[in-house]
């Protein structure tokens, strides 16, 4: 079963960083493009970075310069370091993995917390 697992939420102040983890088990991220999108309360899901597989990277306008998508093949995980982080930042994040090789498929991790306040 494809199920990726974010990990690295968590309250931090204004200014600061967090790295979140998108992590397989079971199958190989290599065959995927993954993506990360956040949800803050009354608003609807957003796109925040994607990295292809070949490594390419995009980010919304409002992320870029501030978070570095990347991914490790060796250790199966995919990162989203965020600095500068802001209070409009807040929101719960998502992992999504969809296959470009070999197969298709669309899955969703299930969140992240990540609280930016003083």
């Known amino acids: 079963q494809v199920q990726p697992v974010e990990s690295g939420g968590g309250l931090v102040q204004p200014g600061g960083s967090l790295r979140l983890s998108c992590a397989a088990s079971?199958?190989?991220?290599?065959?995927?493009?993954i993506g990360w999108f956040r949800q803050a309360p009354g608003r609807e899901r957003e796109g925040v970075s994607c990295i292809s597989r070949g490594g390419r990277t995009t980010y919304a306008d409002s992320v870029k310069d501030r978070f570095t998508i990347s991914r490790d093949s060796a250790k199966n995980t995919v990162y989203l370091q965020m600095n500068s982080l802001k209070p409009e930042d807040t929101a719960v994040y998502y992992c999504?993995?969809?296959?470009?090789?070999?197969?298709?498929?669309?899955?969703w991790g299930q969140g992240t917390q990540v609280t930016v306040s003083p």
């Open positions: 079971g199958f190989t991220l290599d065959y995927y493009a």
């Open positions: 999504n993995l969809r296959r470009t090789f070999g197969g298709t498929g669309d899955y």
